[in-house]
């Protein structure tokens, strides 16, 4: 077990409640809904997913492809690429799949191969290399396709759900919080917005949400929150949320979504909608 199968597999729910644990999968379900309706992917399609982790997603995808479509999965994590490719093998469409092992710096695909490439809470892991990987995204979409990812602007430390726990629990995800802490991570809206801009993209759609994790949690009211989730040309959670705020503390959230780092700023999170422009040249976006 690798660093990365572990807090996949075991630190990301460490010492939290059943119903915590329940949130949270609830969040990624909604998340990954998003990202589904943000690329418009279809029938006979092929898809990328960077960052696939144990193949939770594959299932999906490939049941919204199907028999005429390609699903491709990438992973830095050998151990989590052979759980990938289990899924796979037990899947009816499973022969439509493959997963490889590397690195989101150098994708290994050739140029013009996918419709959509898509990942969740990955790009945060490419620090300064983040124009390279965008550049990389442009080169393996076919011209006119979409790229869409969800990224945490922030190490999110409180709780998912602020609910009571034992010392043991608490002691628990401390731990394992840590540990996810020393995995090198960064980024911001302002990165994102740059690295997902002309000319290798279409003029692209980074909407930032901001949530108040001081107010009190109903399950309802976390139902709103996905449910709010932006939409390239509408509102975003985040704008409506900071027309209610006054100028000094509008302020302090813009600088905390445009340039803070991880350790800085809670309850943030971006979704990145963007096309791989039409005239692009294969191997010069993101040079």
Not at 20 to 46: D, F, H, K, N, Y
Not at 48 to 58: A, D, K, S, W
Not at 81 to 102: D, F, I
């Amino acid at each position: 077990m690798d660093e990365w199968e572990r807090w996949l597999s075991v630190d990301r729910y460490t010492g939290l409640s059943a119903q915590e644990v329940q949130g949270g999968m609830q969040l990624i379900a909604g998340i990954r809904a998003q990202l589904l309706r943000e690329a418009g992917l279809g029938p006979g399609q092929s898809v990328l997913e960077i960052g696939c982790g144990p193949g939770e997603f594959l299932p999906i995808l490939l049941g919204v492809v199907g028999a005429d479509g390609r699903v491709a999965a990438l992973d830095v994590s050998e151990p989590l690429c052979a759980r990938a490719a289990a899924v796979l093998a037990q899947h009816p469409l499973g022969h439509r799949g493959q997963v490889a092992r590397g690195d989101m710096r150098a994708l290994p695909h050739d140029a013009r191969t996918f419709d959509v490439v898509m990942c969740r809470a990955v790009l945060q892991y490419a620090g300064g290399d983040l124009p390279l990987v965008a550049g990389e995204i442009a080169r393996v979409l076919r011209p006119g396709g979409r790229f869409v990812a969800f990224e945490v602007l922030s190490a999110n430390e409180r709780p998912l759900l602020p609910l009571p726990r034992t010392e043991g629990e608490r002691r628990a995800h401390a731990e394992a919080a840590a540990r996810w802490r020393r995995l090198p991570h960064r980024l911001s809206r302002g990165a994102l917005v740059k690295a997902f801009a002309p000319p290798a993209f279409a003029p692209s759609s980074v909407s930032a949400s901001v949530v108040d994790w001081q107010q009190p949690f109903s399950r309802q009211q976390f139902a709103n929150v996905l449910a709010q989730v932006p939409r390239p040309g509408s509102p975003t959670l985040g704008e409506v949320y900071l027309q209610d705020l006054d100028p000094d503390l509008r302020r302090g959230w813009d600088s905390l979504l445009e340039s803070a780092t991880h350790a800085a700023q809670r309850g943030a999170w971006a979704y990145v909608s963007a096309v791989r422009a039409e005239g692009t040249a294969d191997g010069a976006a993101g040079a």
